[in-house]
């Protein structure tokens, strides 16, 4: 793969309404670029493909709630190449309509990475928590559609955008709350060797042979090359069919990481790179 200029339209596709974190992220990491609100991250990718937007903004896991939903199956078969990797801090809060007060609460509805992340505030104060699309779409419904029995887990953009008040700040169990961005284009811009530290993300699938997992992963292991994330999925919605995403330290050119990926082709019925780009620095 080869830099490539993007001339594309000034904009960065993100999943949700305006207020959520992937808004929140783009207008923090992209500045260049304005944020454009799809529906589904399948939006967003095509956004993309057909040239309305340059980049998208996805996310990809969370420090408290694991990995996101859809996204890795999602991302072989969107045709974009991985550019970039952000690393957002995620500070969640409580909101309710105006004049609501915290003992009027009775459930709570967000994102379900978002809920995943709130469980502590969700148990103490025994509310019903309902799973909603986006965090700022649960915003905007409950500005409103709302009662006042009622809140959302959200950011403070959002509350600035529909009118909610702030109940509770930083609601999030964790201090170290943090989400893992991918920034998406539809031209390969990897990094070049000496950018180092370098990510070479990419999934692959093993061959229907016994240990064929193990025997792929021992070329990196052999070769010294440390994987920071590999991660299974069912392919096609098949128990026999499975797919690994994995992300490593290096660049394709380096020495070990051509070694290391040649014998995982050997062990492989598919391997496909999604990205080389340079490591974000709050790894």
Known sequence: MTKTSDTRAGFIAFQGEPGAFSEVASRRFAPSLTPMPCATFEDAFDAVTS????????PIENSLAGRVADIHHLLPEAGLYIVAEHFLPIEHHLLARPGVKIEDVKSVSSHAMAIGQCRKLINERKLHAEIAGDTAGAARHLA????????VIASDIAAENYGLNILLRNVEDAGHNTTRFLEMAGEPNDANPEDAPVVTS????VRNIPAALYKAMGGFATNGVNMTKLESYQLDGKFS???????????PQDEPVRLALEELGFFSTSLKILGVYKAARER
Do not use: C, P, S, W
């Open 51 to 58: 040239g309305k937007a340059a980049r998208a903004m996805l």
């Open 202 to 205: 990419f999934v692959f699938q």
């Open 241 to 251: 069919a499975t797919m690994f995403y994995a992300d490593i330290e290096g660049h």
């Open 144 to 151: 409103e559609n709302g009662r006042d029995d009622e809140a």
